[in-house]
């Protein structure tokens, strides 16, 4: 949140510095508000552009085989823009290149889901997807363990929609 906030003074001292070049080259001809005016420009532009990027500039950074599964659009009073068209501030990711299969248990997988939310550090929660019955156990919890036939036991599970799109994404993996 640091480096957002310095880059986006150095855009509007850049962009000032634009129209102070502009109010020289037209020999005072421009109002002196100009100014301040495209510094203020410069910062709220880059502010935009910071928010409606994060998740491109986020999945672009993932490596090969995390899969997006969902992701939150948010409105906000002071982000009136936000209701023209919502920002993406959350999201949740499969990791497929951790799945792992029990032989005695082929409808389970087990994967890594990845939560990252906006200026907040990422977290990786290990979680199992029954894809027969169509529900989640997070492996969260020193009473968790695996049984010698693959079940899980002192999990807590939940039920999801059949549709759910990590369930899919976890499912569909090899």
């Known amino acids: 949140m640091l480096f957002e906030l310095i880059a986006a003074v150095v855009a509007g001292v850049a962009i000032a510095g634009v129209a102070m070049s502009l109010r020289w080259a037209?020999?005072?001809?421009?109002?002196?508000?100009?100014?301040?005016?495209?510094?203020?420009l410069g910062m709220l532009s880059?502010?935009?552009w910071s928010e409606y990027s994060w998740?491109?500039?986020i999945t672009r950074a993932m490596p090969e085989g995390v899969v997006v599964a969902w992701h939150n659009e948010d409105r906000a009073f002071w982000r009136p823009w936000s209701y023209y068209r919502p920002v993406a501030n959350r999201l949740s990711a499969v990791d497929t290149r951790t799945a792992q299969r029990h032989p005695d248990q082929p409808g389970q997988v087990m994967v890594d889901l990845i939560l990252a939310a906006r200026w907040q550090p990422s977290a990786r929660v290990r979680v199992i997807y029954d894809c027969n019955s169509n529900r989640r156990a997070d492996l969260i919890g020193s009473d968790i363990s695996v049984a010698e036939d693959g079940a899980i036991v002192?999990?807590?599970?939940?039920?999801?929609?059949?549709d759910d799109a990590a369930l899919r994404i976890a499912c569909q993996t090899d």
């Open 26 to 40: 037209s020999r005072g001809r421009l109002p002196k508000w100009i100014v301040p005016a495209a510094a203020g």
């Open 46 to 48: 880059y502010a935009l």
């Open 55 to 57: 998740l491109s500039r």
């Open 154 to 162: 002192g999990a807590q599970w939940l039920q999801l929609e059949p």
